[in-house]
Nanobody
Framework: VQLQASGGGLVQAGGSLRLSCAAS????????MGWFRQAPGKEREFVSA????????YYADSVNGRFTISRDNAKNTVYLQMNSLKPEDTAVYHC???????????????????WGQGTQVTVSS
């Protein structure tokens, strides 16, 4: 599976962005997908995840209520709608995929099999 993230950019605090992650491969619909982010000088952190069917979604406390993850299996794409952005959301955002998974581990970055290259999100104050 190859992943291509896009949609990042520069936005003012309070604004919105929608990230997309396009996947190659015919088995996309069987993978759980996650978004992680890494700010300069900080460790990579979990943002959100969605199960293969989209039936379950998970969020970090820091983005819960502001971000929404979704997927379109017909388009092999997962999305991250980010609203009410804050300067502390500034980071490189990566999408990731895992094939054989348990929901309880979807917040762990080492659990994922495939990673995209990342897209920069910068939120100005």
């Amino acid at each position: 599976v190859q992943l291509q993230a896009s949609g990042g950019g520069l936005v003012q605090a309070g604004g919105s962005l929608r990230l997309s992650c396009a996947a190659s491969g015919r088995t996309f619909s069987s993978y759980a997908m996650g978004w992680f982010r890494q700010a300069p000088g900080k460790e990579r952190e979990f943002v959100s995840a969605i199960t293969w069917s989209g039936g379950s979604t998970y969020y970090a406390d820091s983005v819960n209520g502001r971000f929404t993850i979704s997927r379109d299996n017909a388009k092999n794409t997962v999305y991250l709608q980010m609203n009410s952005l804050k300067p502390e959301d500034t980071a490189v955002y990566h999408c990731a995929a895992v094939g054989d998974y348990s929901d309880y581990a979807l917040w762990v970055d080492s659990y994922y099999d495939y990673w995209g290259q990342g897209t920069q999100v910068t939120v100005s104050s």
